[in-house]
């Protein structure tokens, strides 16, 4: 039986592992996150914290794999998660699949490029999900707004290549599984500009919903407004500002190839999530 470690186990995209993962013959899931009683029924679930040793011992105990989500607050790598990392190679884990971002091997800013550079280096197997912007943002990040009838994002005429965090998800638990390891590039089946995403939301949902295209400043006044929160508001100004200057829209086959499948489309998106935005 292989043991596999979903860290990020209430993350968004970690919930879709440990789902796929909760039934797969011959895979015993546990589930990782510092509060393990919101974490699902039918799996093994542990309290773990990167910057609590304490928890990492019962957490990689017998772990043969382990599904690598960095949470957003840490961003001081070598402090904060790397102990982490060493302790699970410590513990005989000999597979890291890692949840980073599309371009992070162009990007040094990015934490996630110090956690790839650190696992390349270690003695394990690799994969890193290098996924483009998720199409469940629009959910979140960006539900009231488009409950409202608007999109309010500073991307100019920019395409971006979303893709659906349950491809992202799909292609995890292949590779936590013995499925390919080194750099999967992942993203959606084309790259659209945000004015052709909010008319195909339009269609699902059969109401306006209007790209509003701001400009960075205008983006930042109300965001900080909303937000309050300066450190969110300036990444998300960053991803906006990259599809703004056509940055962010390369395709490519990874999912498919993976999968066996074209990726989940914007209107598939928008018809599973319908009544979010109700």
């Known amino acids: 039986m292989r043991r596999v470690l979903v860290t990020g186990a209430t993350s968004t995209v970690g919930g879709h592992v440990v789902d796929g993962l909760r039934d797969r013959e011959g895979v015993a899931v546990r589930a990782a996150s510092r509060d393990p009683a919101a974490v699902g029924a039918g799996v093994e679930r542990v309290r ?3 910057t609590d040793p304490a928890t990492y011992r019962a957490a990689f105990a017998d772990v043969d794999a382990v599904f690598l989500v960095r949470p957003p607050a840490i961003s001081r790598v070598r ?8 302790a699970a190679v410590g513990a005989g884990v000999e597979r890291v699949v890692f949840l980073s971002v599309l371009g992070a091997e162009r990007n040094p800013v990015v ?4 956690i790839e550079s650190w696992l390349a280096e270690a003695p394990l197997e690799t994969t890193f ?3 483009s912007f998720f199409l469940q943002n629009l959910a979140t990040v960006h539900r009231e707004e488009i409950r409202r009838g608007e999109l309010f994002v500073p991307a100019g005429d920019g395409e971006t290549s979303f893709v659906d965090v349950r491809d992202v998800a799909a292609v995890g638990v292949e590779c936590l599984d013995g499925g390919p390891t080194g750099a999967l590039d992942l993203t959606g089946p084309e790259a659209l500009d945000y004015g052709t995403v909010c008319r195909r939301l339009s269609a699902v949902l059969g109401r306006e919903v209007e790209y509003a295209n701001p400009s960075l400043a205008r983006f930042l006044v109300r965001r900080l407004r909303t937000d309050r929160d300066p450190a969110r508001v300036a990444v998300m100004a960053g991803i906006y500002t990259t599809a703004r200057l056509g940055l962010a829209g390369r395709v490519t086959d990874d999912v498919r190839r993976v999968l066996g499948r074209d990726p989940l489309d914007v209107e598939t998106f928008a018809r599973d999530y319908r009544e979010v935005w109700a």
């Open 48 to 50: 773990f914290d990167f």
């Open 79 to 86: 402090r904060d998660l790397v102990p982490a990392l060493s």
């Open 111 to 114: 934490p996630h490029t110090r």
């Open 129 to 131: 999900l290098r996924a």
